[in-house]
Nanobody, 115 residues
Framework: VQLQASGGGLVQAGGSLRLSCVAS????????MGWYRQAPGKQRELVAN??????ANVADSVKGRFTISRDNVKTVYLQMNSLKPDDTAVYYC???????????WGQGTVVTVSS
């Protein structure tokens, strides 16, 4: 079971990036997928998630700039527009599962926004 995240990189302020996350392997009891980020010296925070029914939650700090979407229950994207230096962080793909099962995490992809 693996969550493979990709799409990070270096971009100038105002630019865009698209992160992708694909879950592979035998995964059951999926309850949704999303993205978290952790900036240097800060705690990991939720950026956006999308539930099984397609409803999405987006953090206030990125609302209107970031959009979460999916192809299916195992593939999720994060479109990031109008990036700011404060968006610089390691972005982690996350899968939530039912029945009290532990979350699954991807390896993280680095996003660096230069001013």
């Amino acid at each position: 079971v693996q969550l493979q995240a990709s799409g990070g990189g270096l971009v100038q302020a105002g630019g865009s990036l698209r992160l992708s996350c694909v879950a592979s392997g035998s995964i059951f009891a999926i309850n949704g997928m999303g993205w978290y980020r952790q900036a240097p010296g800060k705690q990991r925070e939720l950026v956006a998630n999308i539930n099984l029914d397609g409803s999405a939650n987006v953090a206030d700090s990125v609302k209107g700039r970031f959009t979460i979407s999916r192809d299916n229950v195992k593939t999720v994207y994060l479109q990031m527009n109008s990036l700011k230096p404060d968006d610089t962080a390691v972005y982690y793909c996350n899968m939530k599962r039912r029945y009290g099962l532990d979350d699954l995490w991807g390896q993280g992809t680095v996003v660096t926004v230069s001013s």
